[in-house]
């Protein structure tokens, strides 16, 4: 009789699951009225946010290890994946260039990112500073896109290692531990099964500890640092200057192609991102995450410069591989005993910053499902561990069924334009937080600014790219930028008093580096190939259309239903205690739009360009 029970039960069941969900297909536009601006305090994110894992992270690393994580996190990952193919196709020599202007955009990235992680110190990253302050649509698109770098990136990293160790058993064609597949699309047809080895095994790692994944980072890192120390004296003492000139130019493509070429290098830099989610696991989080982020991009970009000489001193450019770029430089000079050292370090680096990658991306994706944005499955922390293990073994699955088939020129670019979409939008929010948040100022001014200040990078662009055309629009539309930065710094109040009071660092000369992120990543992004925004906009238009039929449901269910219950009758619930027993307020987005909706519809309508 039971199983006749249930029998009939299961069918009426289902069709009620169905229809329930068909009934919330059709209040989709009453519901992203509400939430798609909806935002959440920083005092919320820290505590009733974390709740919703089950257990806390455990709170083990120092500055030292954040430092060590970022650099492990960066080396090996642009000099090694993409410095032979930029200095061959787009730089030339100048890729030393290429990587100082990628750097300097990095740096300002990451100052905002510090400031941020300050004030917030949780896993998410872009996605909770931008949730917090242009709204929930935006944070979840942001995230949608680091997420999305993180598992390509990964993916081409992983295929990386398998051309580096083949050199370092002396095998010379970097496809000799792939498998042709006949009948599959060239570019998905050399099955890469050490990269998926890698990636499970740095998985089974991930889920056992933080702590002792920082440790074999560290140990790592310290290996692969005295390395590239080996292979930049290599090339400075034993290359020829010639190289830099020869067989043309210092820079044969022109300024135009540097500038090409940073944007591209500017992949060697996403590590510092994944320091940022180590929040919730840092000891001293106000002290150790300025050291962490910005010590690591400084010491990481004066390595990527000098191995990037190093490689232009050994070989001239046009004779750069394009695949194992430096064994193969090592080659070409005679020290074949040496290439398979280089094979042997580069796999070591690459290993570290595949660690440091899956370690960010895994906490990403563990407090979006907090959010109720994707499963809450997803968000479980394993209360033995302290590790997001549901979300930690998804994304590895993920990553390996990419680098199985995808070859890395077909991702590379995608990633730059994700990575530099959502470093706009973290300076953006900088901005927005410091002069129309935390202070008295009217946020239409602050909007009319950052509208301003795009435009005026946009128009900078253009006329970069506009060869044909006069450059008396780079003088004019780079005075507009300037003059509008300095005249908003001048009138705006950031009130930096107060801030100093509960904060110990701050970005300085505020709004110069936030401003300056924001043009060179619109600049660098404008760089890109039209292929590069097709593939984004297929993106975009599925984590759009996946928000539209869960996201926004799921998080009304979280959020809105239980505000109804226990507000007011309204909708409103202020000053509610929350499941910690603290107070939390939360202000319903239709009361403030003057702080939330203008600023979500104009990013939005930005990321959308």
């Not at 640092?225 to 290359?239: D, K, L, T």
């Not at 067989?247 to 991102?273: H, M, N, Q």
Request: proline share 4%; net charge neutral; aromatic share 12%.
């Amino acid at each position: 009789m039971a199983a006749i029970n249930n029998n009939q039960t299961t069918p009426p069941t289902n069709i009620f699951f169905l229809s329930s969900y068909f009934r919330s297909l059709s209040k989709t536009p009453q519901r992203l009225r509400k939430r798609v601006l909806a935002t959440w305090t920083p005092e919320q994110e820290l505590n009733q946010m974390r709740l919703r894992s089950g257990a806390d992270m455990k709170r083990k690393l120092t500055w030292f290890d954040l430092i060590a994580l970022g650099v492990g996190g960066m080396l090996g990952v642009g000099v090694f994946v993409t410095t032979g193919p930029v200095a061959r196709d787009k730089s030339g020599p100048a890729v030393l260039v290429s990587y100082v202007i990628a750097g300097i955009s990095a740096l300002f990235s990451s100052l905002c990112y510090t400031e941020f992680s300050i004030k917030i110190p949780v896993a998410g990253g872009a996605f909770s500073y931008l949730r917090v302050t242009f709204g929930e649509f935006v944070g979840y698109f942001a995230g949608a896109n680091i997420l999305m770098e993180y598992v390509l990136s990964n993916a081409a990293i992983a295929r990386s290692f398998t051309e580096y160790l083949c050199t370092t058993f002396g095998q010379e064609d970097p496809n000799a531990w792939r498998v042709e597949v006949d009948g599959l699309m060239e570019g998905y047809n050399m099955l890469d099964f050490p990269a998926v080895a890698l990636i499970f095994l740095l998985t089974l790692s991930l889920c056992r500890s933080t702590k002792e994944s920082s440790m074999l980072n560290t140990v790592m890192t310290i290996f692969h640092v005295v390395f590239f120390g080996f292979i930049i004296i290599a090339g400075i003492c034993y290359g020829n200057t010639e190289n830099l000139i020869q067989p043309k130019s210092l820079a044969p493509y022109g300024v135009k192609g540097i500038i090409d070429g940073a944007a591209i290098v500017y992949f060697s830099y996403i590590g510092y991102d994944s320091v940022s989610t180590m929040a919730e696991e840092i000891q001293n989080p106000s002290k150790s995450l300025p050291l962490g982020i910005i010590g690591s991009v400084l010491i990481v970009s004066v390595l990527y410069c000098l191995m990037a000489l190093s490689l232009c001193l050994m070989v001239p450019y046009n004779k750069i591989s394009s695949s194992a770029s430096f064994s193969v430089a090592f080659q070409h000079i005679g020290w074949k005993w040496a290439s398979n050292i280089v094979g042997a370090g580069a796999s070591l680096g690459i290993v570290a910053s595949l660690l440091v990658a899956m370690l960010g991306q895994a906490r990403y994706l563990c407090v979006i499902g907090r959010a109720r944005l994707v499963p809450s499955w997803f968000a479980k922390v394993h209360p033995t561990t302290g590790t997001p293990q549901n979300a930690t073994i998804f994304l590895g699955f993920c990553q390996a069924s990419i680098a199985l088939f995808t070859e890395l020129s077909i991702v590379l670019e995608m990633i730059s334009i994700g990575t530099l979409l959502v470093f706009y939008l973290v300076a953006n929010a900088l901005i927005y937080h410091r002069y129309a948040i935390k202070t008295n100022n009217l946020p239409i001014y602050t909007l009319i600014f950052l509208l301003l200040l795009s435009s005026a990078s946009i128009g900078f662009s253009i006329s970069w790219n506009l060869s044909h055309q006069p450059r008396w629009g780079l003088v004019l539309f780079g005075v507009c930028m300037m003059a509008i930065t300095a005249t908003f710094q001048y009138l705006m109040s950031s009130g930096s008093v107060q801030d100093r009071e509960n904060h110990e660092w701050q970005v300085p000369f505020m709004p110069w580096p936030a401003a300056l992120s924001i043009f060179l990543n619109v600049f660098l992004m404008a760089t890109l190939r039209k292929l590069s925004y097709e593939r984004f906009g297929v993106w975009a238009c599925l984590i759009t259309l996946f928000y539209l039929l869960y996201g926004v449901h799921s998080t009304y269910q979280a959020e809105e239903i239980e505000m109804e219950m226990e507000g007011d009758g309204g909708g409103m619930r202020e000053h509610c205690p929350n499941s910690n027993g603290e107070q939390s307020k939360f202000l319903p987005n239709l009361l403030c739009l003057s702080n939330c909706s203008l600023p979500s519809l104009y990013i939005s309508s930005l990321s959308f360009c």
